[in-house]
């Protein structure tokens, strides 16, 4: 199956590739394929520093970073409090507090950065979530009218339909913001 990420083709070219898939699968793994080429672009822009906060805050989401943690901990404090050894640091471990607190302070950081990309590309997929969405309803009021007007060529009447009246006119976002305020009580009126 072809790649969607090359060059932008031409209409004719997509009616002939969406014409070749048979099958609801072959369509579906070609959108798959197309969000996993976005994702990994994506991922290809990012930059080393943020590939390795990406790598570490990823590798301290996982059980092995705890338990390297709880064997590093335990044999701290077993060596530190065994009675034999002198103490490099005795109770109540203020250079072990020091090192933990100095790798919280990295790790929180390293997820921020990590959380920072993430949001990034949330807010990208949402864009181009809600510009498809957009479209789709252009497409959708377009195709209705049409529908419609050939309704009416053929002779069925279909001006009776006050809902299909207000289906065929063009979708304001602004105007739906406003409703989806004023429903949840914040009013969008221009005021911060």
Not at 33 to 47: F, G, P, T
Not at 61 to 82: E, K, R
Not at 140 to 149: D, E, G, P, Q
Request: with cysteine; aromatic share 8%; charged share 20%.
């Amino acid at each position: 199956m072809k790649s969607t990420s090359s060059a932008p083709t031409s209409g004719r070219a997509d009616a002939r590739r969406y014409r070749d898939l048979a099958t609801v699968e072959d369509l579906t793994e070609q959108n798959v394929q197309a969000i996993v080429d976005l994702e990994r672009a994506a991922k290809a822009n990012m930059s080393r520093s943020q590939r390795w906060a990406q790598a570490i805050a990823s590798f301290c989401g996982t059980m092995t970073f705890f338990y390297v943690h709880v064997l590093l901990f335990g044999a701290w404090i077993a060596v530190n409090s065994w009675p034999a050894v002198r103490a490099v640091d005795p109770f109540p471990f203020t250079f072990l507090t020091l090192m933990v607190s100095l790798e919280a302070i990295f790790l929180s950081t390293f997820i921020l950065i990590s959380q920072n990309e993430e949001n990034r590309l949330a807010e990208r997929r949402n864009a181009l979530d809600l510009q498809i969405n957009l479209l789709t309803e252009q497409e959708n009021t377009k195709m209705l009218r049409m529908l419609s007007a050939i309704a009416k060529k053929v002779g069925v009447e279909v001006d009776h339909d006050p809902a299909l009246s207000a289906l065929e006119q063009a979708t304001h976002p602004q105007k739906l913001a406003q409703q989806i305020d004023r429903a949840s009580g914040g009013e969008s009126n221009g005021k911060g």
